[in-house]
């Protein structure tokens, strides 16, 4: 069994920055693709961010240009940096594994942004 853990989150002001952190439980990461996910208030839950095990990544147009996704093997983690951060952004953000075709899901971080 694989646990995803974000950490984070918190509240910012609009055109501030936020980093956050999933941690997993297992040596996962590297072979797993990883991907950050939100989920705000009646809407569905959309990608921000996904990286390969390759280390390649790729971004929600609404992202691009504000946010990196990292990872670090030797670590277990996988990181996402925002900045610029909007109104818009406030949501649940949770972190994805796929591991041998398994798709695991953290506990998500909010994030909040105000104006």
């Known amino acids: 069994q694989v646990h995803l853990v974000e950490s984070g989150g918190g509240l910012v002001q609009a055109g501030g920055s936020l980093r956050l952190s999933c941690a997993a439980s297992a040596n996962i990461f590297s072979t797993a693709a990883m991907g950050w996910y939100r989920q705000a208030p009646g809407k569905q839950r959309e990608l921000v961010a996904r990286?390969?095990?390759?280390?390649?990544?790729n971004y929600a147009d609404s992202m691009k240009g504000r946010v990196t996704i990292s990872r670090d093997n030797a670590k277990n983690t996988v990181y996402l940096q925002m900045n610029s951060l909007k109104p818009e952004d406030t949501a649940v953000y949770y972190c994805?594994?796929?591991?041998?075709?398994?798709?695991?899901w953290g506990q998500g971080t909010q994030v909040t942004v105000s104006s």
């Open positions: 994805k594994a796929v591991y041998r075709g398994i798709l695991y």
């Open positions: 990286i390969t095990s390759g280390d390649s990544a």
